[in-house]
C-alpha cells in the first residue's frame, strides 16, 4: 500500500527526477503504464513547467535504468528463478505468468536483437523484453543501443500526445484522450512490426533460395 501511495505522490509531483524514477520502475517488472508518466509530464511542459526535450531524455534514461536492472538480474539469477518467480503468488500480483514470460522468451529467441527495439514498442512485452536478453547474456552495448532506441521512440511519441493535448482538452480529460490516441498508435506500430519482420523473413527466405 505504501509503495503505491508513494507511485501516487511520484505522478502528482512530476519532475524530472520522479519521471527518471517512475519510468524506471515501469520498465521492471512492476506494472505501471508508460501512458501515466509521459504524458501528463508533457502536458506540464506545454503549460511551461518542464522542458520537453529533458522529459523525454529523463523518461527514456530511466526506462534505460529500469531495464539495465531487469536484464542484470535476470543474468545473474538464472531461467529456474525468474520462472519460479514469475509463478509465485507475489509474481501473480505483479500480472506475472509462465506463459509470459514463455512469449516474452520466444519473441526475443525469434526475432534476435532487433527484439529489444521492438520489444520497446509493444504492450505487454515492453517492461518484460529484459528478461530473455539478461538470460541469453546479449552482448551489453547492443542491448542498450536498441533498449534506447526503442524507448526513445516510444517515449516522443507520448510526450507528443501530450504536449498536443495540452492546447485540446482540460487536464481532467487527459488520460482519457491520452488512452484513446496510445491505443491507435500501437495499432499502428503493431501493423509496422509485422510488416517489417515480414520483409526481413522474405529477404531471408529469398538468401536462401
Do not use: Q
Request: net charge positive; aromatic share 12%; charged share 15%.
Amino acid at each position: 500500500m505504501e509503495t503505491i501511495e508513494f507511485i501516487k505522490w511520484c505522478l502528482d509531483n512530476l519532475n524530472y527526477w520522479t519521471i527518471t524514477l517512475l519510468m524506471a520502475i515501469e520498465s521492471s517488472v512492476i506494472p505501471l503504464p508508460s501512458e501515466l508518466v509521459v504524458p501528463p509530464a508533457a502536458y506540464k511542459a506545454a503549460a511551461g513547467e518542464l522542458n520537453i526535450y529533458l522529459v523525454v531524455f529523463f523518461s527514456t534514461l530511466g526506462a534505460l535504468l529500469g531495464s539495465l536492472a531487469n536484464y542484470y538480474l535476470a543474468m545473474v539469477i538464472g531461467r529456474p528463478i525468474v520462472y519460479r518467480f514469475a509463478n509465485s503468488r507475489f509474481g501473480h500480483m505483479l500480472m506475472l505468468n509462465e506463459e509470459t514470460v514463455k512469449k516474452t522468451e520466444a519473441f526475443f529467441d525469434n526475432n534476435g536483437a532487433i527484439s529489444i527495439f521492438t520489444g520497446r514498442l509493444l504492450p505487454g512485452v515492453r517492461h518484460l523484453i529484459s528478461i530473455p536478453a539478461g538470460l541469453s547474456r546479449m552482448n551489453l552495448p547492443k542491448f542498450i543501443l536498441y533498449t534506447t532506441l526503442g524507448a526513445g521512440i516510444w517515449n516522443i511519441i507520448l510526450a507528443a500526445i501530450g504536449y498536443y493535448l495540452e492546447s485540446v482538452v482540460p487536464k481532467e480529460m487527459l488520460m482519457s484522450k491520452v488512452m484513446e490516441y496510445s491505443h491507435i498508435v500501437t495499432i499502428g506500430l503493431v501493423v509496422l512490426g509485422v510488416a517489417v519482420f515480414g520483409y526481413i523473413l522474405y529477404k531471408a527466405l529469398k538468401k536462401e533460395k
